[in-house]
């Protein structure tokens, strides 16, 4: 869904997580000693007015019935960068 509605520059991870909702299958980490549960974490980056269509998106496909859908954080990033230009990719300033 949020690459037809045109976000494509989206990073999927696993990894083990613990928070307030323990998954009925969870079980302590052989790795961390901390962790209980396998998560996947999405990470993407937006400009600012596609903030809210894209938490609708998400919010609209991960929703389940059970508990521990996850929690979605908005934090600002000032600028990026291509690598192999050392160029700004910034296409809008919003200040």
Do not use: W
């Not at 000693?33 to 998400?58: G, M, R, W, Y």
């Amino acid at each position: 869904s949020l690459r037809d509605a045109g976000f494509e520059s989206v990073t999927l991870s696993k990894g083990e997580g613990t928070g307030a909702h323990k998954d009925s299958g969870a079980s302590p980490s052989l790795d961390f000693h901390f962790t209980d549960s396998p998560i996947v974490k999405l990470e993407l980056v937006c400009q600012n007015e596609e903030t809210d269509k894209a938490i609708q998106l998400i919010c609209g496909k991960a929703q389940t019935p059970e508990p521990g859908d996850g929690i979605i954080y908005v934090s600002e990033i000032d600028d990026a960068y291509r690598i192999k230009t050392g160029k700004s990719i910034k296409r809008f300033d919003m200040k």
